[in-house]
């Protein structure tokens, strides 16, 4: 949800002739009007999508091979996980140490702030985007799940023994499987009126018959979860621990020693250069950031799992939009990217 700041009448963001906007850093003075306002400061999001997969061996296991031919089925749960992928982003986060308040003055004309639910500044001047927020999607009811044993016969299930009931189960396994076969070539004694009903009759023998082949391959189910880990760079990384990923536990955290370390180096490239701070800090204008870069590596042995460069705004500079660029013959229109607070458009309006 956005912030959206329109002061009507008494305060501007812009500077008359004889009445210039005072911005000063910190919270609301007093009685004074006006805008406080933040700039972001960066974070690494990093995004790790896991798979944990389980396998729940069946009750005729160490009968497949015997009567289905199924190689290599074993009778022992199984529960591992696989690190499917890593992303890495930068988000934008309020910084308390870059706080300013916009005092507005008297007799000028309204602008129109904009500020993200954090409070970090978004645009100044830029109509208001009306896009629609895009509907949830509607996720699927799950499937209920099949019990095999719906579909043993009396035969089946007054079997004397155990592998008396495997035999049996898998007989009915070939029946279906018959059934199936003539049905599709038209043999069958009583055929479908038509395709729908044919299709839906295919689909009932095709569930009986996974249900009861899973008897004695067991069940493999996938589940998929995302964790995230955040980070604030404030200096250049080396080979730090991220996290450590288990096979056994999935993503752990970087202090336990159960998983495998996965190593963030991150490196400021330099690309701004800092001024020398004289302790005086200049405030003069509307404040926005000139961000950093970085180069990021992620590895995990020898296998390089994300490595790119990105913005961060600690490795750059704070600068401020000159006063006199706000006056009453135009209307100017910054636009500000809320992720690194750096400006992405500045245009200017004549009034007529």
């Not at 209920?144 to 023994?161: G, H, Q, V, W, Y």
């Amino acid at each position: 949800m956005k912030k959206l700041i329109i002061l009507t009448g008494l305060l501007t963001i812009a500077t008359m002739v004889s009445a210039q906007t005072e911005v000063t850093m910190g919270v609301m003075r007093g009685k004074d009007y006006g805008v406080t306002y933040a700039l972001p400061k960066t974070q690494i999001e990093i995004e790790i999508k896991a798979n944990k997969f389980t396998y729940t061996p069946g009750e005729f296991s160490k009968y497949a091979d015997r009567y289905l031919r199924l190689n290599k089925v074993s009778g022992d749960p199984e529960e591992y996980w696989e690190l499917a992928s890593v992303k890495v982003k930068p988000i934008g986060v309020p910084d308390k140490d870059n706080v300013y308040f916009v005092k507005m003055k008297d007799k000028t004309v309204a602008p129109l702030i904009e500020l993200t639910e954090d409070g970090i500044i978004k645009s100044i001047n830029v109509p208001i985007d009306k896009t629609s927020i895009p509907a949830q999607p509607v996720v699927p009811a799950q499937k209920r799940k099949i019990n095999p044993r719906d579909f043993l016969t009396e035969e089946i299930l007054m079997a004397s023994s155990t592998a008396k009931m495997a035999e049996l189960v898998a007989k009915e396994i070939y029946n279906i499987r018959e059934s199936k076969n003539a049905l599709v070539r038209g043999q069958a004694d009583n055929m479908p009126k038509d395709g729908a009903q044919l299709k839906l009759m295919l689909d009932h023998l095709e569930e009986q018959e996974q249900a009861m082949t899973e008897m004695f391959s067991g069940i493999r189910n996938k589940e998929e979860k995302i964790y995230t880990i955040r980070l604030t760079p404030g200096k250049d990384m080396n080979n730090e621990v991220a996290f450590r990923f288990s096979k056994k536990l999935g993503v752990v955290a970087n202090n336990d020693l159960a998983g495998e370390p996965v190593y963030i180096t991150l490196k400021n490239l330099k690309t701004v250069q800092i001024p020398q701070d004289d302790g005086k800090k200049k405030v003069d204008g509307v404040a926005y950031n000139v961000p950093g870069k970085a180069s990021i590596t992620l590895k995990q042995g020898k296998d390089i799992l994300f490595e790119d460069e990105v913005p961060i705004t600690q490795f750059g500079t704070v600068e401020y939009l000159a006063p006199t660029l706000f006056n009453k013959n135009s209307t100017i229109k910054v636009t500000f990217n809320p992720i690194t607070g750096g400006l992405v458009k500045v245009d200017r309006e004549d009034n007529k």
